[in-house]
């Protein structure tokens, strides 16, 4: 499935619409649902690089520090966004440089869709018999929206 556009994805960092809020039902069960993965955010990070270098190994080479630490600022990272979801601004322009600095890295925009696929389905197994695919829905939007910040942000680099 390719990765939707969402509006707020392109916006500069100073834009108005940063400051529009978020449906404030969706941020509590992202929030909720990710209570119950950080339950298990370790074995998250761990079971999603497993699975993402099983489907792209290609990747594996952009990644050279230790899975457990990188495991740890996969998890930390959606952790802060979850945080900030009632201020897209700061959202934005957190995503902003993460994008940036994934250039870097040599991640291009087609490895964003892949991502988010195995993201979710590394969700949905971790909180096991809990996923409900209405929730599982959202967090793939909102991994999308993520995505194309991220990415709109690197081509600026």
Do not use: C
């Amino acid at each position: 499935m390719p990765v939707r556009l969402h509006p707020i994805a392109n916006m500069p960092e100073n834009d108005p619409f940063a400051s529009f809020p978020l449906d404030r039902e969706v941020i509590q069960r992202l929030r909720s649902s990710f209570a119950a993965l950080s339950e298990g955010r370790q074995e998250l990070g761990r079971l999603f690089y497993e699975k993402l270098f099983k489907a792209a190994p290609q990747l594996r080479t952009m990644f050279t520090t230790d899975i457990d630490e990188q495991a740890k600022k996969l998890t930390d990272s959606l952790e802060a966004v979850i945080k900030n979801l009632e201020s897209p601004k700061n959202n934005a322009a957190m995503l902003g440089e993460l994008g940036r600095r994934h250039v870097a890295y040599g991640a291009r925009p087609e490895h964003y869709e892949v991502v988010v696929k195995i993201l979710i389905e590394s969700m949905a197994e971790v909180i096991g018999a809990d996923a409900d695919q209405n929730t599982l829905s959202e967090w793939e939007r909102a991994l999308a929206l993520i995505s194309q910040r991220m990415i709109a942000a690197g081509e600026q680099t």
